[in-house]
């Protein structure tokens, strides 16, 4: 079967609307045709500083709300990226096929370094990418599913591993990024232009909030100055951003949503809009809960899927370091 591999960082107490509407739910569609790895990436996340204590809660924060969204530890394996060394031995690789400028042209780090002073950016932070590249292509995924904010890291990664494969022989797959199409970027609801992030959680609706808070986040959402609920992300970013939210969450098109608000205030949307919200996420936070009860048997699901993840990550990194010329060591 083909493979699939995706990551999601355990930094803050809840996953938000974005991460879920771009990715997460992509991930659960995904593992009915694909051979699933799904890791939560605890290397990722100290690229900033992190309290030990801080992330190790939010680590089986991540995983829980990963199990609550739908992933199926018996048909895909779930893991935490620290627990299968191989995703950092595979990265020094690669970082010694990275140019320097090359990995100074990523537009996040571009982005995340500029909103902190100089010697408190990490060089891990500027080497992320190259960790991501290794995240993948040690399974030698097919496909990756994640946000639009990610197209240019995939691009980084199909370009080592044809740069690797070019030198050593063909040892990856080309993975490709699986991005949905509607919802690729899900905007703030404070800042309609700007992504939905939480380094920036001005308009940010998390999974795990009070969902009274959530609704009364979307209630006050940024609209604007006329009165017609119309899909046009250009002249409507924030009303465009509700609908696709709206429509996701419901599986009812765009359109269809349009013609029931035709003549209606944006306050009828958003008041139904914040419902929905509601009723999704009520019943998650209840399975959350439940699987933060049982940590035991939270870590022994991640013990297995970090198992059936080394198997396979060895195999590659075996591979890799005999191409370029390693000492096998006896
Ligand atoms: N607003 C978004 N719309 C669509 N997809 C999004 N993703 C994140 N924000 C949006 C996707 O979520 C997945 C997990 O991303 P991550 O581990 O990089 O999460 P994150 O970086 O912690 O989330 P943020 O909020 O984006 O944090 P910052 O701002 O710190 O980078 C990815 O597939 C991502 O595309």
């Given at each position: ?33 694909f ?20 992330l ?13 969204l ?5 048909r ?52 992320y ?52 199409q ?37 209630r ?111």
């Open positions: 079967r083909p493979r699939v591999l995706s990551g999601i960082q355990p930094t803050a107490d809840s996953f938000h609307l974005g991460n879920y509407l771009g990715a997460l739910r992509e991930w659960v569609t995904l593992q009915r045709e051979d699933a790895f799904y890791c939560v990436v605890d290397l990722h996340a100290i690229t900033v500083a992190q309290d030990p204590a801080e190790r809660r939010r680590t089986r924060v991540s995983a829980a709300q990963l199990l609550a739908g992933i199926d530890p018996d895909s394996a779930l893991f935490v990226q620290s627990h299968v060394p191989e995703h950092a031995q595979l990265s020094w690789v690669l970082e010694c096929l990275t140019g320097f400028g090359e990995a100074g042209r990523m537009t996040q780090f571009k982005d995340k370094s500029t909103r902190q002073d100089a010697d408190h950016v990490s060089v891990g932070l500027f080497t990418p190259i960790l991501q590249a290794a995240d993948i292509l040690v399974y030698q995924a097919n496909a990756v599913p994640v946000g639009e904010d990610q197209r240019q890291h995939l691009e980084l990664t199909r370009n080592l591993a044809q740069r690797f494969n070019a030198r050593f022989g063909s040892t990856f797959t080309l993975p490709e990024p699986k991005i949905p509607e919802t690729a970027k899900i905007f703030d609801l404070q800042d309609p232009t700007a992504k939905m992030s939480k380094s920036v959680p001005a308009g940010v609706v998390e999974l795990m909030e009070d969902p009274k808070r959530s609704a009364k986040k979307i006050s959402a940024v609209t604007d100055n006329e009165r017609e609920i119309r899909y046009d992300p250009e002249a409507k970013a924030g009303v465009s951003n509700l609908l696709v939210i709206y429509s996701a969450l419901t599986g009812r098109a765009v359109s269809e949503l349009e013609a029931e608000y035709a003549g209606r205030g944006y306050g009828d949307l958003k008041k139904d809009l914040g419902e929905v919200v509601v009723e999704f996420v009520t019943p998650f936070q209840d399975q959350v809960r439940g699987y933060l009860d049982d940590p035991a048997e939270l870590d022994k699901i991640l013990g297995k899927g970090a198992e059936k993840a080394r198997s396979v990550a060895a195999e590659t990194l075996r591979s890799v370091y005999d191409r370029i010329g390693f000492l096998p060591s006896m």
